[in-house]
């Protein structure tokens, strides 16, 4: 079936730096070699189907203004037309994964039975248009935040049938993910967090959380799921404070619970600015204790103080996020998904193609920034060059010396240690050679 939202529009095709084309990748390559593995590999993009399909145009002050062909999203028929509009996307755009919430690609039904049967039925669906396609599913989610029956969380819920309904919900979702080759399965917690310490008991609703995602990476194993089970930080939207508010907040949680050699991390550009740090300093801290597992692609407005998921568009900050996965060793399992919606004055089909397209570039030319950054090496000769102290032989017997010992070496070779320039300006000019 044909929906026709997106008649008259050719799949995009590399055209090199130099093209005027309104729609065509400059710099995405799938093909072209970077650091000795495809493009496409090292990037692995994927649409997220709930921003690019089911997102109705609403904001905090507004309602619908999208009029897309299967609204209103409350059937199954109008379910299935949202599949045929996204398979014929995919088909133009012709990126490698998509990611999906439960909610977003059946309507709800009300009740757990009738939510299951249609999430089977519409998840069938979706396998038969996979076939004879070169595009999988990144990962599946469960949307527990929408609904007003996770208004108090989904596993923190002080509601245990609410808990009931959030594990049967995550087991049918990750079912589902299974059933489509899915590389990962994501725990976005939504809800997971409070509005008042006055009505909540915040270490029992972490051991709660904590046991869910036990059982979540148990049912894992059962069903013989070989994905990376995922959780995504966010801080204080919906709630005012979330558990999982960024990288180290949600490390410490998984250690808590004995979950670190499990469980790794989505992280997004935008919920990082949210929690007051930049992109590369949450990949870096995930990167470090061995956690780094996806990322969402997107930018927020920095004059706005909410998520506005807008589609990434400036290169150097995108090459720092680049260089640090890069040097991670890659996303491994994980990808590239542009969790990012169009502005709502962007009402066009060639709009939202348009919008994957500059942000593919985009992504594409940090890319290789990063690429050329690493095989250069300059900051990492920096910064082998600011802690060389640290290889000599007295300064590695210090770490296991203890204060004393440590006192009476600074009074035997009188040492008094200067200031020594950190270099920021020669390095970010440095950064500025390749972007």
Wanted: hydrophobic residues 40%.
């Amino acid at each position: 079936m044909t929906t026709g939202f997106f008649d008259g529009i050719a799949p995009v095709k590399h055209e090199g730096e130099n093209s005027n084309s309104p729609i065509a990748y400059r710099h995405y390559n799938p093909d072209e070699l970077v650091m000795g593995k495809r493009m496409e590999e090292h990037l692995r993009f994927a649409v997220a189907w709930w921003h690019s399909f089911a997102w109705e145009g609403g904001d905090p002050f507004g309602g619908q203004t999208f009029e897309r062909p299967w609204h209103p999203q409350d059937n199954m028929a109008k379910a299935r037309e949202k599949v045929d509009a996204a398979f014929e996307f995919f088909d133009i755009l012709g990126q490698p994964y998509f990611c999906w919430h439960d909610a977003d690609i059946r309507p709800e039904q009300g009740n757990f039975a009738d939510n299951l049967a249609t999430l089977d039925e519409i998840t069938d669906y979706i396998g038969d248009k996979m076939q004879g396609r070169s595009i999988g599913c990144l990962w599946g989610t469960a949307n527990m935040f929408s609904h007003r029956r996770w208004m108090a969380g989904a596993s923190t819920n002080p509601d245990p049938d609410v808990f009931a309904f959030a594990a049967a919900t995550v087991k049918s979702c990750l079912d589902a993910t299974h059933k489509l080759g899915g590389e990962n399965y994501v725990l976005w917690g939504g809800r997971e967090g409070y509005e008042t310490l006055l009505n909540t008991d915040m270490g029992q609703e972490l051991d709660h959380m904590g046991r869910f995602l036990s059982m979540v990476v148990d049912y894992k194993h059962k069903i013989g799921f070989k994905g990376t089970i995922l959780v995504e930080p966010k801080p204080q939207e919906p709630s005012k404070h979330q558990y999982d508010f960024d990288a180290a907040t949600c490390i410490g949680f998984l250690r808590k619970y004995g979950l670190e050699g499990e469980v790794k991390l989505n992280l997004e550009q935008g919920h990082a600015i949210l929690a007051g740090h930049s992109f590369e300093h949450e990949l870096a801290v995930a990167a470090s204790e061995g956690l780094l597992g996806s990322i969402d692609m997107n930018r927020n407005d920095y004059q706005s103080g909410w998520d506005t998921d807008q589609f990434p568009n400036n290169v150097p900050e995108v090459a720092l996020a680049y260089y640090h996965i890069l040097k991670a060793g890659g996303l491994g399992t994980g990808g590239t998904n542009f969790d990012a919606k169009l502005r709502r004055q962007s009402l066009d089909a060639e709009d939202l193609v348009a919008g994957h397209v500059g942000a593919m570039d985009v992504c594409a030319r940090g890319l290789k920034a990063a690429a050329a950054m690493i095989e250069d090496g300059g900051l990492e000769t920096a910064l082998q060059e600011r802690y060389a102290g640290w290889r000599t032989d007295a300064a590695q017997q210090m770490l296991g010396s203890d204060l004393a010992a440590i006192t009476d070496r600074v009074l035997a070779e009188e040492i008094n240690p200067q200031p020594r320039s950190g270099r920021q300006e020669i390095l970010e000019n440095y950064v500025n050679r390749f972007v």
